[in-house]
């Protein structure tokens, strides 16, 4: 049995902070299954408070880490204000040093570089917290497209569910394939999931003022997404130079036309694929790709999946409401 240390600190989620507890050493011998020796260790003195508020008594202390083999830190809530405890960052390089795999579940990637166990290296987070950890530690090469990234020594995971991808994905390099994939049966969830966290991004429409051309020319683009439009047809719109347009679009809205126009070509095809039963062939049409083969590739350059993959995940077509019993 591995011995696998969880880091519980205060205002850590009770999801986080279970997961690896479920996955990696829950007791599944009726199956005849292996489990891992999982310890949760206190950062503090005295009880840990979950961020719901549930306090937890952790039965071991950061002394515990210099016998890890695996080290998960599940979240650290990056607060301006607050340091990680010096013990915890000299823990974590310790063990690493020693050979344990440091790992780091959604915030938790910040730890990791904020030990210096990141730089030079490839890592993921949430999407929403990417950009931070990528301006707070520029030695970090951040993948925000990602469900986890395994670096051999240090791994790191995307938001909340992406946890149980790295933590099975963990599993599976400890014990094998089959019992990753039991223990993911066992759980209701795939052992492995296609695609990134590209595919959950909400993506907000730049915010314009509405009484001038430039906002004119946005709705009116979003209005004929099918058609084959350039910078000069929006430029058209409203009333202004190409050179102009182009210029005052990049300081509105923080991209170029280019960029926006394939970006909301994309969130209609996802709506379409979420909220219809089109043809593959047809969403690419009224999304203005034009061809399923130019949607396909787009998906999968930037959102890591396919158009039936996605719609498999999102559909309401494929996850119906349940129906509704009617009391007698």
């Given at each position: 049995?591995?011995v696998?240390v969880?880091?519980?600190?205060?205002?850590?989620?009770l999801?986080?902070?279970?997961?690896p507890?479920e996955?990696?050493?829950?007791?599944?011998?009726d199956?005849?299954?292996?489990?891992?020796?999982?310890?949760v260790?206190r950062?503090?003195r005295?009880?840990v408070r979950?961020s719901s508020?549930v306090?937890?008594?952790?039965?071991?202390?950061?002394?515990?880490?210099?016998?890890?083999?695996?080290?998960?830190?599940?979240w650290?809530?990056?607060?301006e204000?607050?340091?990680?405890?010096?013990?915890?960052?000299?823990?974590?390089?310790?063990?690493?040093?020693?050979?344990?795999?440091?790992v780091?579940l959604?915030?938790?990637a910040f730890?990791?570089?904020?030990?210096g166990l990141?730089?030079g290296r490839?890592a993921?987070?949430?999407?929403r917290?990417?950009?931070?950890?990528?301006?707070?530690?520029?030695q970090?090469?951040?993948?925000?497209?990602?469900?986890?990234?395994d670096?051999?020594?240090?791994?790191?995971?995307?938001?909340?569910?992406?946890a149980i991808?790295?933590?099975?994905?963990l599993?599976?390099?400890?014990?094998?394939?089959?019992?990753?994939?039991?223990?993911a049966r066992?759980?209701?969830?795939?052992?492995?999931?296609a695609?990134g966290?590209?595919?959950?991004?909400?993506?907000?429409?730049?915010d314009?003022?509405?009484?001038?051309?430039?906002a004119?020319?946005?709705?009116?683009?979003l209005?004929?997404?099918?058609?084959?439009?350039?910078?000069?047809?929006?430029?058209e719109q409203?009333?202004?130079s190409?050179r102009?347009?182009?210029?005052q679009?990049?300081r509105r809205?923080?991209?170029?036309a280019?960029?926006?126009?394939?970006q909301?070509?994309t969130?209609?095809?996802?709506?379409l694929?979420?909220?219809?039963?089109?043809?593959?062939e047809?969403?690419?049409?009224?999304?203005?790709?034009?061809?399923?083969v130019?949607?396909?590739?787009?998906?999968q350059?930037?959102?890591?999946?396919?158009?039936?993959?996605?719609?498999?995940?999102?559909?309401?077509?494929?996850?119906?409401?349940?129906e509704?019993i009617?009391?007698?």
């Amino acid at each position: 049995m591995a011995v696998i240390v969880v880091v519980a600190m205060d205002r850590t989620p009770l999801f986080h902070l279970s997961v690896p507890c479920e996955v990696l050493g829950a007791d599944r011998s009726d199956m005849g299954l292996p489990r891992h020796d999982v310890r949760v260790a206190r950062v503090g003195r005295g009880p840990v408070r979950s961020s719901s508020g549930v306090t937890l008594q952790a039965p071991y202390g950061l002394e515990a880490l210099d016998d890890a083999e695996v080290v998960i830190v599940p979240w650290w809530g990056r607060l301006e204000d607050e340091q990680l405890p010096a013990r915890l960052l000299t823990g974590l390089r310790r063990a690493h040093a020693r050979g344990a795999r440091i790992v780091g579940l959604c915030g938790g990637a910040f730890a990791l570089a904020e030990a210096g166990l990141l730089d030079g290296r490839r890592a993921t987070t949430h999407w929403r917290y990417a950009e931070e950890l990528a301006a707070r530690y520029p030695q970090v090469r951040v993948d925000p497209r990602v469900l986890y990234v395994d670096e051999g020594d240090v791994l790191t995971s995307a938001g909340t569910a992406a946890a149980i991808d790295l933590c099975l994905h963990l599993l599976r390099s400890l014990s094998g394939a089959e019992v990753a994939n039991a223990v993911a049966r066992r759980m209701v969830v795939p052992p492995h999931r296609a695609g990134g966290q590209a595919q959950y991004v909400d993506v907000p429409v730049p915010d314009v003022r509405a009484d001038d051309g430039l906002a004119s020319a946005m709705r009116w683009a979003l209005e004929h997404l099918d058609r084959p439009l350039g910078v000069e047809e929006l430029a058209e719109q409203a009333v202004m130079s190409r050179r102009t347009f182009t210029r005052q679009f990049r300081r509105r809205t923080g991209t170029s036309a280019h960029q926006w126009l394939l970006q909301q070509r994309t969130i209609l095809a996802q709506r379409l694929l979420e909220t219809t039963d089109l043809p593959v062939e047809l969403v690419a049409g009224r999304s203005g790709f034009g061809s399923a083969v130019t949607l396909r590739t787009h998906f999968q350059r930037t959102l890591g999946t396919s158009p039936r993959d996605y719609r498999a995940t999102f559909s309401r077509a494929a996850h119906p409401e349940p129906e509704r019993i009617a009391a007698v």
